[in-house]
């Protein structure tokens, strides 16, 4: 990471390609219209919006000198910046400055409740996702769920958006009854634990690209990795795959060890996590919220309710859908198992039934992933 600007040059920085303009969406589910990549060039960094502007705020207004010129040997257009917006943008990112073509449009989901509205509702930190993934989003979007105050939420989130950090915000109360309807569920369904779901559901069903990345507030890469569009690639051509991840860091737990294949450096296996997944936004749509099996149990709020990660998780099991563990990307997650809440006599004898459940399957010796753990 930079900490600094970097001495411009004496010369204009080149970025070849025209500019990008927003493709016509995809129709999606229901008559709207999902977002596609578009069809021209893109470039990495963050001054650039999704349909191609420059984003709004300061870096808009330094970049207003940017003009197209032709290049007299290759006959080639291209923007040209001038010497103080190119140490500008050094200065914004670690990233190159790489031209890429019909990268992949991913929507860059993150919710925010009451112990990380604070951190998700400032200035900085949809970059600094970017950063870690080495990679732009065609839309940054902030989910507003369980605050302290809804309206200061929504008014921090709108001047983001005004400043070009974020592209779109979403407020769970406002959408979470249409979210149900269209996935076929019921308020009755989440439980009294609504908020490990519903923001999730809202996601699902937001009017965005075609790809979707949910990034939980506490995830983070230490090493910096594009792995999403290796991911999105071999999504592409292995239709089994319904989700992708980095890897993770759990003590006792090794995607290597527990994958059924390894392919182009992800393990390929069973199970799901909702704390950062790449997926498809039609197929988490077309998926059923309703299936249950055994080995869904092992989550650790299965007594209390069926969240989103089991629900998912239950589906991919009973219709042997895979996930893809980027083995070399590593990301970091506290342990959240302070945030669950206080049980009641009769889910803790649930939760006593479930630990029988699954020692008993996992005596089994089958290959079904419903009873597999």
């Known amino acids: 990471m930079h900490s600094g600007l970097r001495r411009a040059s004496t010369r204009p920085v080149y970025l070849s390609g025209s500019p990008r303009r927003r493709a016509p969406g995809a129709l999606g589910v229901g008559g709207r219209r999902l977002h596609q990549a578009p069809s021209g060039p893109t470039v ?56 890429t073509r019909s990268a992949p449009a991913v929507d860059l989901v993150v919710n925010c409740w009451e112990r990380s509205v604070d951190r998700v509702l400032v200035p900085g930190f949809f970059a600094s996702v970017e950063n870690q993934n080495l990679r732009r989003f065609a839309r940054r979007v902030a989910i507003i769920n369980n605050v302290p105050d809804v309206d200061e939420a929504r008014a921090r989130a709108e001047r983001l958006r005004e400043d070009g950090e974020i592209d779109e915000f979403l407020v769970v109360a406002d959408e979470i009854q249409s979210a149900l309807y269209r996935l076929g569920l019921r308020r009755a369904d989440l439980g009294r634990i609504p908020h490990y779901t519903d923001f999730l559901l809202v996601a699902v069903c937001d009017e965005g690209s075609e790809w979707m990345l949910h990034w939980d507030a506490d995830v983070r890469l230490p090493n910096p990795a594009n792995w999403v569009d290796p991911a999105i690639s071999l999504m592409q051509r292995d239709r089994r795959i319904l989700v992708a991840n980095p890897n993770w860091d759990r003590p006792g737990s090794d995607a290597r060890a527990e994958a059924l294949d390894e392919v182009e450096g992800f393990a390929l296996g069973y199970g799901f996590s909702d704390q950062v997944f790449l997926a498809h936004r039609m197929d988490l749509l077309s998926a059923s919220y309703r299936r249950s099996c055994p080995a869904s149990l092992r989550y650790p709020l299965a007594h209390i309710a069926s969240i989103f990660e089991q629900r998912v998780d239950a589906y991919m099991r009973s219709e042997r859908r895979l996930r893809a563990t980027h083995l070399a990307a590593t990301y970091l997650h506290p342990d959240e198992g302070d945030s669950h809440p206080q049980t009641t006599p009769l889910e803790r004898l649930r939760r006593r039934r479930n630990l029988l459940v699954l020692k008993l399957i996992d005596k089994l010796s089958t290959s079904d992933p419903r009873f597999a753990i």
């Open 44 to 99: 990495s960094g963050h001054f650039a919006g999704p349909s191609g502007s420059p984003r709004s705020g300061r870096s808009h207004q330094r970049l207003s000198a940017a003009h197209r010129v032709t290049d007299s040997q290759t006959n080639e257009s291209r923007l040209a910046i001038p010497p103080e917006a190119g140490a500008i943008l050094s200065g914004m990112s670690s990233l190159p400055l790489v031209a």
